[in-house]
């Protein structure tokens, strides 16, 4: 695990399952539609039980960027947070992994969750580079922390070595560059 501190918060990169996360809420990289078929949506109704699909199938369709909350189940977490983030190809999918990752956060707080897990939203079955989720996810979610005083402590789940590697290179860019910008005279 390689942290750092953003404000007074932790944002940290674990290589790992994030059903397995001990944090407050969960976060799904979910479709639209949410439904659980397959990614790290399947796995959490594995691990946290088909009570999760019951309680989304009731939440609808959820558009693109946004996100919702339902219970986590079996799961460790209390929540289980719904992010839908873009499918590559369809246009602006920048912006929307962005706005998918401040939803998340922004119920985060809605809900008073101290922890939180991220996958790597959209990078898998959805087709976006890996590296730009990795600058978008982690970027956002420190600019928030550094702005947001009841931000929660953010925990990035990757299920494999490389993936880790790539999100790892991107914190430690993101540890620097905040380092200058702190350092920097006139500030």
């Known amino acids: 695990m390689k942290c750092i501190k953003s404000g007074e918060k932790k944002l940290c990169l674990v290589q790992g399952d994030i059903t397995l996360a001990d944090c407050d809420a969960v976060v799904n990289?979910?479709?639209?539609?949410?439904?659980?078929?397959?990614?790290?949506?399947?796995?959490?109704?594995?691990?946290?039980?088909?009570?999760?699909?019951?309680?989304?199938?009731?939440?609808?369709?959820?558009?693109?960027?946004?996100?919702?909350?339902?219970?986590?189940?079996?799961?460790?977490a209390r929540y289980v947070i719904h992010a839908v983030g873009p499918m590559m190809g369809e246009g602006d999918e920048d912006a929307k992994l962005?706005?998918?990752?401040?939803?998340?956060?922004?119920?985060?707080?809605?809900?008073?969750?101290?922890?939180?897990?991220?996958?790597?939203?959209?990078?898998?079955?959805?087709?976006?580079?890996?590296?730009?989720?990795?600058?978008?996810?982690?970027?956002t979610a420190q600019q928030f922390q550094r702005e947001q005083a009841s931000a929660p402590h953010i925990y990035v789940y990757l299920y494999s070595r490389d993936d880790y590697n790539v999100f790892l290179d991107t914190l430690t860019a993101l540890e620097k560059n905040f380092g200058k910008e702190k350092d920097e005279p006139g500030d």
Do not use: M, W
Not at 30 to 52: C, D, E, F, K, P
Not at 102 to 131: M, Q
């Open 29 to 76: 990289a979910a479709n639209s539609h949410l439904q659980h078929g397959g990614g790290v949506a399947r796995a959490i109704v594995r691990r946290g039980g088909y009570t999760i699909q019951e309680e989304c199938d009731k939440l609808g369709y959820v558009p693109v960027g946004s996100a919702v909350i339902s219970g986590a189940g079996r799961l460790k």
């Open 98 to 139: 962005k706005s998918a990752v401040l939803s998340a956060l922004k119920l985060a707080v809605n809900h008073a969750v101290k922890s939180l897990a991220f996958p790597a939203i959209s990078s898998g079955i959805f087709g976006f580079p890996l590296e730009r989720c990795a600058r978008i996810l982690l970027g």
